[in-house]
């Protein structure tokens, strides 16, 4: 291994901008889709050779239309038969409330946070930790969550004509999360990862005023009780989200990633944002790591790495996203390496 990881007390230190000698990683090996199966072994033997400083286990998740456990109530959907609905999200995805009118229906089947099997793999992924920094969670908070029961394109309405009924699902959602984040605390999980796409190339999905009254305080009671609950708060969200940068900060935010390439300038984030809130700065799985050369790969890290670092901390790297099967092997490995060892 290049170097030992980090302990739980600097990782800590490093995302509360105490102090940091290194520079924590996570999400680094973010294996997209296809990438495990194009290498093999190969893939595995190599990443070993790298430092995991955050030990990332995600809980199961309820799933959309039908239950990824036996238990066929943990779902998000309420209807038993949805062959016939509308899709998203490139038709992988089931409309799972198209009628307000079901509304209540909807409300009155939601699924069981303290469904005893979504546990299991968190629980065990417990003896393996080694004292180490460990991150639980799970993707989709309430935009992609609402986009999700919806359908973008009934989203982008409802914003303006049913603002109400988002609410009503929204602290629905809360009080969900609220019990998986207890039972994480209640597993000594030191953070809580989630994911929430607020923006697209040029800017956020929604008006800021829209952002400011519907989730502002859905995020600001989530981080809360988090907070209250002795772990940090990640959050992934693609695209450019500078406008939405203040209401995260003020909700209490501690780490945001990725600083998405050709969204964000991660100069700029690091000027305005950097000493109110921690980066997971993600290393471009778009165009660096599949088209560029491994010194390319090096010299990219690098530049992000000197972007954003500042002894206090406040800075964490990853993968930007899942690293495709377009990408060379070798490719990886600079970027690891790179990481591992830059600072």
């Known amino acids: 291994m290049v170097r030992e990881p980090m302990t739980k007390a600097q990782v800590k230190a490093a995302i509360e901008r105490r102090g940091s000698e290194k520079i924590p990683l996570v999400l680094h090996k973010w294996w997209g889709q296809g990438l495990q199966e194009k290498y093999g072994d190969r893939l595995e033997k190599m990443a070993a050779k790298f430092p995991e400083d955050i030990l990332t286990t995600m809980y199961t998740a309820p799933g959309e239309d039908a239950s990824p456990l036996p238990d066929q109530s943990y779902r998000w959907g309420y ?111 030191d953070g809580i990862f989630t994911s929430d796409d607020l923006g697209h190339q040029y800017g956020p999905m929604m008006s800021p005023a829209v952002f400011e009254e519907l989730y502002f305080p859905l995020y600001k009671d989530f981080i809360d009780h988090v907070h209250r609950r002795g772990m940090h708060v990640f959050l992934h969200s693609c695209g450019d989200n500078t406008l939405l940068m203040p209401y995260l900060i003020e909700a209490g935010l501690d780490v945001f990633h990725p600083i998405q390439t050709g969204c964000m300038d991660e100069k700029a984030a690091a000027a305005e944002f950097g000493d109110q809130i921690s980066f997971l700065a993600g290393v471009d799985v778009q165009h660096l790591l599949p088209e560029g050369n491994a010194d390319e790969v090096r010299a990219g890290v690098r530049g992000l790495i000197d972007a954003l670092y500042k002894p206090m901390g406040g800075l964490l790297l990853g993968a930007g996203n899942g690293i495709m099967p377009d990408t060379p092997l070798e490719n990886i490995e600079a970027m690891l390496e790179e990481m591992s060892l830059y600072k």
Not at 140 to 153: K, V
């Open 79 to 189: 209807k038993d038969d949805y062959s016939q609905a509308a899709t998203h999200s490139i038709g992988e995805s089931k409309v799972l409330l198209p009628d307000w009118s079901e509304l209540q229906q909807f409300l009155d089947d939601f699924p069981d946070p303290q469904q005893p099997q979504a546990f299991d793999l968190v629980e065990g992924s417990l003896p393996p930790a080694d004292g180490r920094y460990r991150l639980g969670g799970w993707w989709r908070l309430y935009h992609e969550r609402f986009w999700g029961i919806r359908g973008m394109e009934n989203l982008m309405l409802d914003y303006y004509d049913h603002m109400d009924n988002l609410k009503r699902v929204g602290r629905h959602l809360l009080d969900f999360y609220k019990v998986i984040v207890d039972r994480y605390a209640g597993l000594g999980f």
